[in-house]
């Protein structure tokens, strides 16, 4: 499919969409699976409901320059709504669905919201709790009217409501939608997102039409996508990599968008899709393999040496058959049978069979997981992007994937590293500005016109960019030795059994770490071992989990003092957590990035057991149950030495 | 609770006496259920409550006494003329079919509303076609309606307890029932399943309209949803009326927590 040139017909997401209305009016556009089967929307049927959606909007007073919050899980009236939204000029303002009132009550006092558009009643619910605290909330629009019977308030509406509202206005005011269309500008604001702020307030990032189209063309034409892709939506919303995918891109080539059911049936509607292009963060693939592994655990012996046997020829040649490199002809004949017997089936049992491209960011992935997916057939890569480049920085081509970078500049990016370390940014695709926040928008983008990302990195020999850590974290151990925690956190977490690490070390003589088990890996590893346990806690407390542990850690030393350099990062001293650590708690953002202030803070007692030698220690804290209720939960947790290796030549 | 007016009486049992040889398992019980309303049934073990409920759906027939339904005085009810006046239940120990799916077993439910006969149906022939389809469509409302689309070609046998229960809940709203009979509904339940499944019973409720009556022993529950409660022991009636009334009653009292001795 030819590149589309960017004229002026195709320049903003609205003009965008009465374009493919005209070329491709029959194409499926959007699919939701509901009461069971996958029900489907044309492009021409989009336009229509997106024209009634803005038309109703308009009779509602809503005007250009307005922003109108998004609350829900991926839904295509939501999707549509954005476009309706963009028809007028104003933006639209997606917000994290599994976040607490009081968390959306920042974001939307922030940006001025008037109008909002909610998936269900439980989105409604959480408006109507904190309604008292935003005086400018005139109209709440709900797209699942179940159990929204009793609810009598005047400025609640339906979405079925706005929309017979909006086809009674068009009728009456003829040409006026296409003027507001033709109205719009590539400079205009077409989204604003929230970054999920680690330290600090959250800030609004504002994207221009012309920001996402751009960063939308160049990821299309460097992975050659056509309006044939079938994608999953399932990631949130106010995520900017979702934007990217399931609106800019979908927007840019005519691709279909397809929503799950619902958050449980995710990996089954997967497998009935089959999507051709595929995005997930490394927890999802680590998830993947583990329950793969588990599985075949539980088969024949027979299977088991089939499956281990093909996974040996896949390791030995699959990535590089993957890459177009030459391979011995027995090689790919007995890759070939492995492809009948084990990858095949594998790939359709994790509905993968039929993706062409896929990409992981987000974190650090490990390279067996990594190297796993690529040996059996599944063109995984990475990708670098923040939300104010609308997650287009760096991206891996084809046939030159390594497992420790996240490749090259994309088309049309400028990526340059500072003096400090710092990795900075220019093209097309960065941010105006953050909302109502000139001194921060000042303090981000240099008098060069380079975004200022907050990570250290390097580009290596064959100019592919590798992420160190965030600037920020990178300090100093007490003598005077580098100290990157991500990058540590990122090893340990490369093991299935670790969920989360967080290691402690600035300024401080040694690094010590906190550790979360994953429950399903580390559960299945102790039921096999014939270890019982009675919950969470329980087996993190085992002593056979310790070990388990230990070993680990151990390992990562031995990387760590490989790696020259930070050899005096190796970890000291580590504990494990008796509880998950939990964005509900404000641990972890809502993206899962560890907030590392807050963490110290709320478990100071066990940072200072840990530097103190203590054996053991004693803590309580504060927990939210998932009803809401708070509570407290203590546990007495060993702490443990893990051995450490000197630098050749060295004493420790 | 808002929106839902409670209406006339539409059960009536007078003088039920129900013997299974020389053990009386209900004596001379007589109680009301009116429209839209949601009655509890409790009472200590032993006391009669599921008998009831299996006289008032026809399984049981009682020796004594008469069952007014929907205006109709009759002796006995038969269990199929049951289902079909619209009455439908769930069991204490489910008794669904647990090598069928899901979606299967809430099929089942919609039997009484099938039309094409038997061979029809095996060979998919003319209407049975076109019913299957309407079934399903309804069948898939229910699933929707009770969060299950996550486990709809599931085994049932595979499923934990918790999800069992509310495929048999499924299941009985399936058939579109004007009154639904519930028998322990929360049993073995954790708190999170229990708030689950009591939101679902008053949405049922207020949502359809279905009236209610329900056997159940967590008393907060009991208290917290229900319009009027009828107090078992023994067999015989101790108490009738709103849970306050009942709370404060000391025959029942005495009941559930002894006598002073």
Redesign the interface.
């Known amino acids: 499919m030819p590149a589309m040139a960017s004229s002026r017909a195709t320049d903003t997401f609205p003009r965008l969409l009465f374009y493919h209305a005209q070329v491709r009016g029959e194409k499926t556009a959007m699919r939701e699976k509901d009461l069971g089967i996958w029900q489907a929307w044309t492009w021409r049927e989009v336009a229509e409901h997106v024209r009634a959606l803005a038309c109703g909007l308009a009779e509602m007073g809503f005007q250009r320059g307005d922003n109108l919050a998004i609350i829900g899980d991926n839904r295509p009236r939501l999707y549509m709504m954005m476009a309706a939204v963009q028809c007028l000029g104003g933006v639209p303002v997606p917000l994290y669905q599994d976040a607490v009132a009081h968390e959306m009550l920042f974001v939307l006092q922030d940006a001025g919201i008037r109008f909002a558009l909610v998936e269900d009643q439980e989105q409604v619910d959480k408006l109507l709790e904190i309604k008292d605290q935003l005086p400018a909330l005139a109209h709440l629009v709900y797209d699942d009217p179940r159990g929204m019977r009793h609810y009598n308030q005047p400025f609640l509406h339906d979405i079925a409501e706005l929309m017979a509202m909006g086809r009674i206005h068009n009728q009456n005011h003829p040409g006026l939608l296409d003027a507001e269309v033709a109205r719009g500008g590539a400079d205009d604001i077409g989204v604003m997102l929230y970054t999920s702020g680690t330290t600090g307030k959250p800030k609004g990032v504002c994207l221009t039409h012309n920001a996402f189209i751009s960063a939308a063309r160049g990821g299309v034409e460097f992975d050659r996508l056509t309006a044939d892709e079938d994608i999953l939506s399932y990631l949130p919303m106010a995520w900017v990599g979702d934007h990217l995918f399931s609106f800019a891109q979908a927007m840019v080539t005519g691709f279909t968008i397809n929503c799950p059911e619902s958050g449980e049936t995710v990996m089954n509607d997967l497998r009935e899709i089959g999507p051709t292009y595929y995005f997930a963060p490394p927890r999802v693939f680590e998830n993947l393999l583990t329950q793969v592994m588990i599985r075949m655990e539980d088969a024949s012996a027979l299977k088991q040496a089939i499956f281990h046997f093909f996974m040996r020829v896949a390791r030995r040649s699959g990535a590089d058959i993957l890459d177009g490199k030459s391979v011995p002809l027995t090689q790919r004949l007995l890759y070939l049978l492995g492809n009948v017997f084990v990858y095949g089936p594998l790939k359709n049992v994790l509905g993968l069979s039929r993706v062409r491209v896929a990409y992981t960011a987000g974190a650090a992935i490990g390279p067996d997981l990594f190297r796993f997916y690529r040996s059996i057939g599944i063109n995984l890569k990475q990708l670098y992007g923040q939300t104010e480049t609308c997650a287009y920085v760096c991206l891996q081509p084809d046939g030159q994937i390594k497992f420790d970078s996240v490749g090259k500049p994309a088309p049309g990016v400028e990526v340059k590293i500072a003096d400090n370390g710092e990795i900075l940014v220019k093209g097309p695709m960065l941010l105006k500005g953050y909302y109502k926040r000139p001194d921060a928008t000042a303090e981000s983008i240099n008098a060069d016109g380079y975004f200022m990302t907050g990570d250290a990195g390097f580009f290596d020999d064959d100019g592919h960019l590798k992420i160190i850590d965030r600037a920020k974290d990178v300090g100093k151990l007490a003598g005077g030795a580098m100290y990157a925690p991500n990058y540590i956190e990122n090893k340990l977490k490369f093991f299935q059994y670790v969920k989360e690490a967080v290691v402690f070390g600035a300024n401080r003589e040694m690094v010590c770490a906190f550790i979360n088990i994953d429950l399903g890996a580390v559960g299945n590893w102790a039921e096999r071992r014939g270890i019982a346990y009675s919950g969470y806690a329980d087996l993190a407390a085992r002593q056979e989990v310790y070990q388990l542990i230990q070993e680990c850690v151990e390992q990562v030393n031995t990387e760590l003092v490989a790696e020259g350099m930070l050899a005096d990062s190796q970890i000291h001293r580590f504990l494990i957590l008796h509880k998950e650590l939990d964005p509900d708690d404000g641990e972890l953002t809502r993206t899962r990035k560890v907030r590392r202030g807050f963490v110290a803070e709320k478990y100071a007692v066990l940072i200072d057991a840990l530097y103190a030698g203590r054996t053991t220690q004693y803590i309580v804290i504060q927990v939210k149950f998932e009803d809401g209720r708070s509570g407290k939960v203590a546990a007495d947790l060993q702490i443990r030495d893990a051995k450490h290796f000197p630098l050749l030549g060295q004493t420790v | 609770m808002?929106?839902r007016k409670i209406g006339d009486v539409i059960l009536d049992l007078q003088n039920i006496s129900l013997r299974f040889g020389g053990v009386k398992a209900l004596t001379n019980i007589s109680f009301d259920v009116r429209e839209h309303e949601v009655r509890a049934i409790i009472g200590p073990n032993g006391a009669g409550k599921s008998s009831m409920l299996n006289v008032i759906n026809g399984v049981y027939h009682p020796q004594e006494g008469r069952i007014n339904f929907h205006g109709e005085e009759r002796r006995r009810m038969e269990s199929h003329m049951a289902a079909r006046q619209g009455i439908a239940r769930t069991f204490q120990n489910i008794a669904l079919f647990k090598g069928m799916t899901v979606l299967d077993n809430i099929m089942t439910g919609r039997l009484t509303k099938m039309k094409a006969n038997f061979l029809e149906q095996a060979i998919r022939f003319g209407r049975a076609g076109r019913e299957e389809l309407a079934h399903?469509?309804k069948v898939?409302?229910v699933?929707?309606?009770l969060?299950i689309?996550?486990i709809?070609k599931t085994p049932v046998g595979r499923l934990p307890y918790g999800l069992q229960k509310r495929v048999e809940l499924a299941r009985a709203l399936a058939a579109e029932p004007t009154m639904l009979l519930l028998d322990e509904p929360m049993a073995g339940m954790n708190v999170?399943e229990k708030?689950d499944m009591c939101r679902f019973i008053l949405?049922v409720n207020?949502?359809f309209g279905t009236t209610i009556v329900l056997i159940e022993h967590d008393m907060g529950v009991v208290m917290d949803i229900s319009d009027r409660v009828v107090v078992l022991d023994y067999g015989k009636k101790i108490g009738d009326g709103t849970p306050d009334v009942v709370r404060n009653n000391p025959e029942v009292i005495a009941a559930y927590l002894g006598v002073a001795h």
Do not use: L
Request: glycine share 6%.
């Open positions: 808002s929106g399903r469509r898939e409302e699933i929707d309606f969060e689309q996550h709809r999170e708030q949405d207020d949502q």
